[in-house]
């Protein structure tokens, strides 16, 4: 069982920055790939980021490309988000999730069903 913990969400103005943080405890997360998701309000939950357990693989959701960067500490089961030049259109509660083959990326990455364990969810509002 994995347990993962959001944090660094917050309420900021349009144009700034903010950098999310998910730890990863009860078991070691370094070989498994972990994204992010969001979940705009009154919207489905959508694809955000991933990265694969050595960061050879990484994509983007194409509305956050070029503004947001994923990256991730094995050392310390932590994947992080950062999120630069905000808008609005991101506000929405932002969620990690791990996938549990070990060394397998899988192609339906961008699918909430090829990951096994999520946090809670840390909210992120941007103001005009």
């Known amino acids: 069982q994995v347990h993962l913990v959001e944090s660094g969400g917050g309420l900021v103005q349009a144009g700034d920055s903010l950098k999310l943080s998910c730890g990863a405890a009860?078991?070691?997360?370094?070989?498994?790939?972990m994204g992010w998701f969001r979940k705009p309000p009154g919207k489905e939950r959508e694809f955000v980021a991933v990265m694969s357990w050595s960061g050879a693989n990484i994509y983007y959701a194409e509305s956050v490309k070029g503004r947001f960067t994923i990256s991730r500490d094995n050392a310390k089961s932590t994947v992080y988000l950062t999120m630069n030049s905000l808008k609005p259109e991101d506000t929405a509660v932002y969620y990690c999730?791990?996938?549990?083959?070990?060394?397998?990326?899988?192609?339906?990455?961008?699918?909430?069903?090829?990951?096994?364990?999520w946090g809670q969810g840390t909210q992120v509002t941007v103001s005009q």
């Open positions: 999730a791990v996938q549990s083959a070990p060394f397998f990326f899988r192609r339906d990455y961008y699918t909430e069903q090829s990951y096994d364990y």
């Open positions: 009860g078991r070691t997360v370094s070989s498994y790939p």
